[in-house]
């Protein structure tokens, strides 16, 4: 067999026809030129790609990629996307959601997507509010948030994305901003090389109802986040700071010069990567990069060699001897079984 001719691709090649409806200054802009861009420097087979998505602004992705695509319902997406997966795992099926739609009513759906390493990349956008359904507050919300939903101020406390991926088993896991296109272009040619359960967190600004949540970490003018690099330590602030664990395995800032500073590996202990978890603000700066990675057997890989094991031990399956094999009964004209 031949193999397939390879077709170079541009941004504009991904693009699809339909007008790009998003609020003036929304972050998904960027992130949707980020990935489009990078998938065609990679040069993927758009019939062979597809987007899912559940229900929020970000979920509008898969209109916007000249791929195929499923806009789905609310929460939903990890489901269909696993299903399509499993089915036909040649494909590559890539995931948009948000903090409400997958962290919330999608909440359950997303753990078991990850704890099955499903061959999933997952893009989170993390904008700490409901965008599309007018400014509620979110499971990401910081406490006292002024929402519609809590006009006194929320009194919940905010879930961490990136602990909740690793508590249930996600094999890549890695943040960055939707300002920061050649930071989350990197993060994502690695994460299409990556055979697993991908968890991408994306800080995405929504200029209307949560304008400036992630001010200063994006931008980093007051050293709020830590760009991180394999075999290199953790240091912020132009990298005149570090972090250091202190008394009780706590971290803590230090000065750069320390000896004891972190260095970041990809592929560490769960432990350390729960570690950089912990890192978020006000108290810390937040790492951006790849947090963790740990290569193992994908899901649909061990279904699928589940199956052809039976199907070497047993033979092809016969549907029609299946349903009438062990106990059958007819049922007469008369109303009796026989």
């Known amino acids: 067999m031949s193999e397939a001719i390879k077709i170079k691709l541009s941004k504009k090649d991904l693009e699809s026809d339909q007008d790009v409806r998003w609020c003036p200054g929304c972050g998904d ?4 030129a980020t990935v489009q861009r990078t998938l065609a420097n990679l040069g993927i087979q758009r019939e062979n790609t597809v ?9 509008r992705f898969p209109y916007y990629m000249n791929t195929y695509g499923f806009h789905t319902i609310h929460g939903r997406a990890p489901t269909i996307a696993s299903g ?20 919330s009513i999608g909440g359950n759906h997303m753990i078991h997507a990850l704890r099955r390493n499903m061959d999933l990349k997952i893009l989170l956008f993390n904008n700490q509010i409901y965008g599309l359904t007018k400014g509620q507050y979110s499971p990401t919300s910081l406490p006292n948030t002024r929402s519609p939903s809590t006009p006194t101020g929320s009194i919940d406390f905010p879930l961490n994305p990136i602990a909740l991926a690793l508590g249930a088993g996600a094999s890549f896991i890695a943040r960055a901003a939707d300002t920061d296109a050649k930071l989350m272009g990197t993060i994502l040619e690695q994460a299409y090389k990556h055979k697993g359960s991908v968890f991408i967190e994306l800080l995405q ?19 709020k986040q830590i760009k991180l690099e394999a075999g290199k330590p953790l240091l912020f602030a132009g990298g005149t700071k570090g972090i250091r664990l202190g008394a009780g395995m ?3 800032i230090c000065d750069a010069s320390a000896p004891d500073v972190l260095v970041h590996t990809e592929e560490g202990s769960p432990l350390y990567a729960n570690l950089l978890a912990q890192l ?18 994908t ?4 279904a699928v060699a589940q199956v052809q094991d039976a199907i070497a031990k047993q033979g092809k399956g016969d549907l029609s001897k299946l349903m009438l094999q062990g106990m059958t009964w007819e049922v007469g004209t008369d109303g009796t079984r026989h």
Not at 280 to 297: A, C, H, I, S, T
Not at 299 to 302: F, M, S, V
């Open 29 to 32: 802009y960027a992130i949707l």
């Open 51 to 59: 987007f899912i998505s559940g229900i929020g602004c970000s979920s």
């Open 84 to 103: 399509l997966k499993l089915t036909r795992p040649e494909l590559d099926v890539w995931m948009v959601t948000g903090d409400g739609d997958g962290l």
């Open 205 to 223: 600004n929504c200029p209307v109802f949560n304008d400036g949540v992630w001010e200063g970490v994006k931008d980093d003018p007051a050293g």
């Open 250 to 252: 706590v971290p803590e």
């Open 280 to 297: 978020v603000q006000p108290d810390f700066p937040m790492p951006m990069g790849v947090l963790y990675r740990n290569p193992k057997p």
């Open 299 to 302: 899901y649909e890989q061990l």
